[in-house]
């Protein structure tokens, strides 16, 4: 069964500081796998996603993200924080299967500090 | 083009009641998936549905049933509500093709049972 851990449930970093997310999966096929960022009382807005090809993806808003096969990581990365990012963040992992779903791991959120 | 809109925004039902979420499907999609948010978690797959047809169901109780018109629009059905029903309820549409098959999520409707 997929499953999706993110081991960071709250982060905070400066303003202008780097930034990574942290995000493992489970799955015994080629994972496609996802970001999304949701602000508070908010939908999820997808940031990034990776199918195939290039490890390293790059997303919207600066974010980018790279998939490590051997280590069942995506870990999402930001090099300069803004304030305007602070925001719950979930990595999910999905399949091209029947039943297409997302399972999403718990989430992590993010503060900024000026 | 339109995105994916859901309604009511907010809801509070009594416990043993029945309640009816509703979706509209982003233009040209075919797909629409439902998650549970809890307070504090990811979001849970609940179903899908394709063509009208239920096309994959998460761990949820039969008391959780789904629609999905010819227009592509959709309701979420839930019976007998408890109170862990209590949740941030999304549903997501997106088209069943190919590599392009990322769920566009809707703002979600905030159901409160007491």
């Known amino acids: 069964a997929q499953s999706v851990t993110q081991p960071d449930i709250h982060i905070t970093v400066s303003e202008g500081a780097s930034l990574e997310l942290r995000c493992n999966y489970s799955?015994?096929?080629?994972?496609?796998l996802f970001w999304y960022v949701q602000s508070p009382g908010q939908g999820l807005q997808l940031l990034l996603k990776?199918?195939?090809?290039?490890?390293l993806v790059q997303g919207i808003k600066g974010f980018e993200a790279e998939f490590k096969r051997s280590q069942s990581s995506f870990n999402l990365r930001k090099p300069s924080v803004h304030w305007s990012d602070a925001a719950e963040y979930f990595c999910?992992?999905?399949?091209?299967?029947?039943?297409?779903?997302?399972?999403f791991g718990a989430g992590t959120i993010l503060r900024v500090k000026s | 083009e339109t995105g994916v809109t859901q309604s009511p925004t907010h809801l509070i039902k009594t416990r043993g009641q029945q309640v009816t979420l509703r979706c509209s499907s982003q233009?040209?999609?075919?797909?629409v998936s439902w998650y549970q948010q809890a307070l504090g978690q990811g979001p849970q797959f609940i179903f899908q549905y394709y063509r009208e047809e239920e096309n994959g169901r998460g761990n949820f109780p039969p008391r959780f049933s789904g629609l999905q018109f010819p227009n592509y629009s959709s309701e979420l059905n839930v019976n007998a509500l408890e109170l862990d029903d209590s949740a941030l309820y999304l549903c997501?549409?997106?088209?069943?093709?190919?590599?392009?098959?990322?769920?566009?999520f809707g703002p979600g409707t905030r159901l409160t049972v007491t």
């Open positions: 990776y199918f195939s090809g290039d490890t």
């Open positions: 233009s040209g999609h075919n797909t």
């Open positions: 999910a992992v999905g399949t091209m299967e029947y039943g297409n779903k997302l399972v």
């Open positions: 997501a549409s997106s088209r069943v093709a190919g590599e392009n098959n990322e769920q566009y």
């Open positions: 799955y015994g096929a080629t994972p496609y």
